[in-house]
């Protein structure tokens, strides 16, 4: 008979799955690392095959992440995130990844005085900031300095000129394209013909993506747009007086001073559609019987409004993981060329263009 150890074994003899001691001694999936040092820590007791040469003051040695000498990760963004942005959850996955390697991560909001005379938020610590990553930065001539101000910068989204020149930095994005031609796909089998699009073009590199995606399914499926159905500039502040939310209020006029209704509007993202929603009821038409609706992002808000909206799904922990491998990359590697990554994203059909959400 055999007297091998296996990862049954350990599993049984540390009242665990064997699933948990297999993540450990893998080191895949998610755990806890105190479960993960008290796995590697039986198995060498044991003398499990992989870990049979080691001793435990050797297991502490590897299995704990050595602390790089500058360790902080600084996140810069405009605005306080809340959960209901896309980030949220790909800021949790990011903050682990990092914690794996021996990293943290802290926030900085960049206020308007920073953004105009061009400097860091005053609470990073540049002596312990091995590199930033940028959420919500959209100003051009503030991202250029943050791109070259010397420290390794990773923007999640980031401003558009599409007459400049390339932002000098890494670049990670969803896929902004595909989602919206398989939308396209969906409403030329239906038959739907006249389409707009609703969302402020130039606001970030995303919108313009999804911009220049709606443009393309128009030619490629030969549907009908016009001038008038595509929303495309920013809204303005309300005026002394007016009251309500601006957005609303601005859709409203628009699709008020519509000559026709297209069948269906693609919007820059779910609040867009979700705003554009509330315009079209306003007026009297109802989502979908008149109008259908597509936003983006899949956010929370999406899913709990009624109708529900269609929408495209952003993977927000592969963008996580993906970020971690950009930015530690690029720490290590300084001098590598600078690269734009996009994530996968997905159609959601929901309630806005008739269909039963899933």
Same mark, same amino acid.
């Given at each position: 008979m055999s007297n091998r150890v296996t990862i049954q074994d350990i599993a049984d003899s540390l009242g665990l799955s064997r699933n948990t001691v297999s993540k450990a001694i893998n080191n895949t999936g998610i755990l806890a690392d105190s479960t993960r040092q008290r796995v590697l820590a039986k198995a060498v007791e044991m003398g499990y095959k992989q870990f049979s040469y080691m001793d435990i003051d050797a297991l502490s040695a590897v299995s704990a992440p050595q602390a790089p000498e500058?360790? =902080?990760?600084?996140? +810069? @963004?405009?605005?306080?995130?809340?959960?209901?942005?896309?980030?949220?959850?790909?800021? =949790?996955?990011?903050?682990?990844?990092?914690?794996?390697?021996? !990293?943290?991560?802290?926030?900085?909001?960049?206020?308007?005085? =920073?953004?105009?005379?061009?400097?860091? $938020?005053?609470?990073?610590?540049?002596?312990?900031?091995?590199?930033?990553?940028?959420? #919500?930065?959209?100003?051009?001539? !503030?991202?250029?300095?943050?791109?070259?101000?010397?420290? $390794?910068?990773?923007?999640?989204?980031?401003?558009? =000129? $599409?007459?400049?020149?390339?932002?000098?930095?890494?670049?990670?994005?969803?896929?902004?394209?595909?989602?919206?031609?398989?939308?396209?796909?969906?409403?030329?089998?239906?038959?739907?013909?006249? +389409?707009?699009?609703?969302?402020?073009? %130039?606001?970030?590199?995303?919108?313009?993506?999804? !911009?220049?995606?709606?443009?393309?399914?128009?030619?490629?499926?030969?549907?009908?747009t016009t001038d008038e159905w595509c929303i495309t500039q920013k809204v303005p502040a309300l005026e002394?007086? #007016?009251?309500?939310?601006?957005?609303?209020?601005? %859709? @409203?006029?628009?699709?008020?001073?519509?000559?026709?209704?297209?069948?269906?509007?693609?919007?820059?993202?779910?609040?867009?559609?979700?705003?554009?929603?509330?315009?079209?009821?306003?007026?009297? !038409? #109802?989502?979908?019987q008149d109008v259908y609706l597509l936003g983006f992002d899949d956010s929370s808000e999406s899913r709990v409004v009624r109708p529900q909206i269609s929408t495209v799904h952003i993977h927000s922990q592969v963008m996580g993981f993906t970020a971690t491998e950009l930015i530690l990359s690029r720490i290590k590697n300084p001098d590598m060329n600078y690269r734009t990554c996009f994530c996968e994203s997905n159609l959601i059909l929901r309630e806005s263009t008739g269909d039963t959400p899933v």
């Open positions: 500058k360790n =902080d990760i600084a996140l +810069i @963004t405009t605005w306080a995130l809340n959960g209901s942005h896309f980030s949220a959850t790909m800021l =949790d996955k990011f903050q682990l990844e990092l914690s794996k390697r021996g !990293y943290s991560m802290s926030m900085h909001i960049a206020r308007g005085e =920073d953004i105009r005379l061009k400097r860091l $938020p005053s609470s990073i610590r540049t002596e312990n900031c091995a590199a930033i990553i940028c959420i #919500e930065v959209f100003d051009e001539a !503030y991202a250029r300095f943050l791109a070259e101000c010397g420290i $390794p910068v990773l923007f999640v989204d980031s401003p558009v =000129d $599409p007459m400049g020149d390339p932002l000098p930095a890494d670049i990670l994005l969803m896929d902004n394209r595909d989602g919206i031609l398989s939308f396209f796909k969906s409403m030329h089998q239906r038959g739907v013909t006249d +389409i707009g699009f609703i969302g402020e073009m %130039l606001h970030c590199r995303s919108f313009f993506e999804r !911009y220049m995606a709606f443009t393309s399914g128009v030619s490629l499926y030969a549907m009908h002394k007086g #007016e009251k309500g939310n601006p957005s609303v209020n601005f %859709l @409203t006029k628009k699709f008020s001073e519509m000559s026709s209704l297209p069948r269906a509007f693609v919007c820059a993202n779910d609040f867009v559609a979700i705003d554009a929603m509330n315009a079209l009821k306003s007026l009297g !038409y #109802e989502i979908p």
